[in-house]
Each structure stands twice: as structure tokens, then as C-alpha cells.
């Protein structure tokens, strides 16, 4: 475990170590800073809208899951209640209809899962473009030299944080992140 942690870290000082050997040399300050990826992802409006987005989109499967597992519990709690008194046929029955409940249910809450992550993972790839253009954007108005993000730096003094500033100005573009836009089709010939 710590071999893997030290040859990461050995991996990152050296890709580190190429980044600023590529920046301008000799006397010519170097301008590098730092920004909380994960800071803005979180409080930009950006990725507030994402989130809510996802929360609107995915409340009714979730109601409908709940009312699944209650019905599911439900037919349990009779079963149970009720096994003793029934007659062997009525019993099976009971027992081939929970279990056809229970994995139905199953069947349902993995596939609003996997339909969850990838909506997810489209959501949040729209979110990082967007973010990232963004810290570009400001990086190369304030002649940044270099900007790492948060996650990979073990100190930075806070003046070299620059997520306040980056923050600032996703606010000021306000809303969703960019939207892929669909291809546009091909223009019909003129018919005569």
C-alpha cells in the first residue's frame, strides 16, 4: 500500500517537475496557482443546477421505487403473518408472488441505478468542460503561467488559490453548464 501511495507521489512530482521545467526560464517570474475543482463544482451555479436537475429528474422513479418496496414488505409482513393458517397451495402461491416482487423490485432499482450514473456521468462531463473552460479562460487573462487543481497539491499558500475568483465568475455566467449542441442536418436542396 504505501509502495503504490510513494510511487504515485513519485509519478506526480515528476509529471510536476516537466510542467514547470516547460515554463519560462531564466529570471522570468512564474505565475502559478491553484483551484479547488471539487469547491466549484459543488457551489457554482453551474453545478447547483446539475444538481437539482438530477434531483427533479430522478424524485418520481424514486417515489415509485419507495411504493415498490413497500408493497414488496407488505406482501412479506402477510406471508408471515399469515403462513400458518393458509393451506399449503395458498402458501406457495404467496411465496412465488414475493418472490416474483421482490426481484422485480430489484430488477427496477438496479436499472434506475445504472440510468442514474450515466446521467450522471453526462451531467458532470458537461460540468467539467465548463469548468475547465472557465479556469482557462481566467488563467489566461491574469497570464497564468500554471493552474493545478487542489486535489494533487500538498501545500499552497492561500493568495495562490484562485477558486474564489474562478467561483466569481461562473456566478456571473449563472445557470446550467453549456449544453452539448445537437448537430445541426445537412441543409435540404433547393427543389424546383
Known sequence: MNRLISSKVAVWLIAVGG??????????EVKIAVVDFQKLAVES???KAVQESMRAEFA?????LAAQEQAVKAK????QKDGAT?????????EKELRDSAREFERAKAEAQDDFNARRNEALSRLQRTIIEEVRTYGKAQNYDLILDQGGVIYNASATDITPAVLSALQA???APAATK???PPAKPPTN
Do not use: N
Open 45 to 47: 451555479p453551474q453545478g
Open 60 to 64: 418520481p422513479r424514486q417515489r415509485t
Open 86 to 94: 393458509m393451506s399449503e397451495d395458498q402458501r406457495a402461491r404467496a
Open 182 to 184: 445537437p448537430a445541426t
Open 76 to 79: 412479506e409482513d402477510k406471508l
Open 19 to 28: 510542467a514547470v521545467a516547460a515554463l519560462p526560464a531564466a529570471g522570468a
Open 173 to 175: 455566467r449563472g445557470g
